[in-house]
C-alpha cells in the first residue's frame, strides 16, 4: 500500500527557533501534498496545499511567511515552521495523494505527524 | 458552505457487536466520500472510498454506505473487537482544488 513517511515524529525547541518537517512518499509519485493542523480532540485543519514545483496554496487565515512549504520533487515536501511561538505548538500532519484517475479521485495517505512542541 | 458532520459523542459498544457511524452532509452533493480510521498521536489511515454511483462497499469486517437521498454515509464494523477502537473521520474532496473536508471524527470504543 501506499506509504508516506513524516519526520520527525517530534519536536521540542525554544520559542524563536525555526522547525523543518519533512514529508515523502516512499512508494508512489505525490503530485499533490497537503499540510494540516489538529488541536487535541479536534478534526484536521488543512493548512495548505502544494503541487510540485509550484507554490502553495494556503488556507485562509494560515500566514504563508510563517509556514513555509517546498514541494521540490515528486516524493518530498517540506513545511517550515518559522520563528516559532508557543501558540505554534501542534499536532502536524501532512497526506500525499498521486495522479487523479480517470474516475477523478484518489485517496490521500497520511504520515504519522509531527508533534511540535514550542517551550 | 459545504459541510460534513459526523456525531461527535463518543459511541460505545460491547465486542462482538456491530458498530454504526454516521456521516452527513449538506450544501452539496459529493462524487465520494473516504473514511479514515485515526488512533491517538498517529496519522489518518485510509480505510474506504464509496462513489456516488455506489450504494455499498465492503472491506473484511467493514461496510460503507452511500445515501444520496438521505445525504448520508453509514459505517458498518461487524464483530467488533476492542482493536477497532480509534476514532473514525468521513471525508469528501471538496470542488475547490481537490482538498479534503473532514468531518469532526466519532470516537468509537470497543469493550470486552
Known amino acids: 500500500g501506499a506509504v508516506v513517511s513524516q519526520h520527525p515524529s517530534r519536536v521540542i525547541c525554544k520559542s524563536g527557533t525555526s522547525v523543518k518537517i519533512e514529508c515523502r512518499s516512499l512508494?508512489?509519485?505525490?503530485?499533490?501534498m497537503f499540510w494540516y493542523r489538529q488541536f487535541p480532540k479536534k478534526s484536521l485543519m488543512l493548512m495548505a496545499t502544494s503541487n510540485e514545483g509550484s507554490k502553495a496554496t494556503y488556507e485562509q487565515g494560515v500566514e504563508k511567511d510563517k509556514f513555509l512549504i517546498n514541494h521540490a520533487s515528486l516524493t518530498l515536501s517540506t513545511l517550515t515552521v518559522t520563528s516559532a511561538h508557543p501558540e505554534d505548538s501542534s499536532f502536524y500532519i501532512c497526506s500525499a495523494r498521486g495522479d487523479q484517475t480517470s474516475l477523478g479521485n484518489q485517496p490521500q495517505h497520511f504520515g504519522d505527524g509531527t508533534r511540535l512542541s514550542i517551550l | 458552505s459545504q459541510k460534513i458532520e459526523q456525531n461527535s459523542e463518543a459511541l460505545n459498544i460491547q465486542e462482538g457487536k456491530t458498530a454504526t457511524l454516521t456521516c452527513n452532509y449538506t450544501n452539496y452533493s459529493p462524487a465520494y466520500l473516504q473514511w479514515y480510521r485515526q488512533d491517538p498521536g498517529r496519522g489518518p489511515v485510509f480505510l474506504l472510498l464509496?462513489?456516488?454511483?455506489?450504494k455499498e462497499k465492503r472491506k473484511e469486517r467493514l461496510k460503507v454506505t452511500f445515501d444520496t437521498t438521505l445525504k448520508q454515509s453509514l459505517f458498518h464494523i461487524t464483530a467488533s473487537q476492542p482493536a477497532d477502537s480509534a476514532t473514525y473521520l468521513c471525508?469528501?474532496?471538496?470542488?475547490?482544488?481537490?482538498?479534503?473536508?473532514f468531518g469532526q471524527g466519532t470516537e468509537l470504543s470497543v469493550k470486552p
Open positions: 464509496i462513489r456516488e454511483n455506489e
Open positions: 471525508s469528501h474532496q471538496g470542488n475547490q482544488g481537490g482538498k479534503l473536508i
Open positions: 512508494d508512489f509519485q505525490a503530485t499533490t
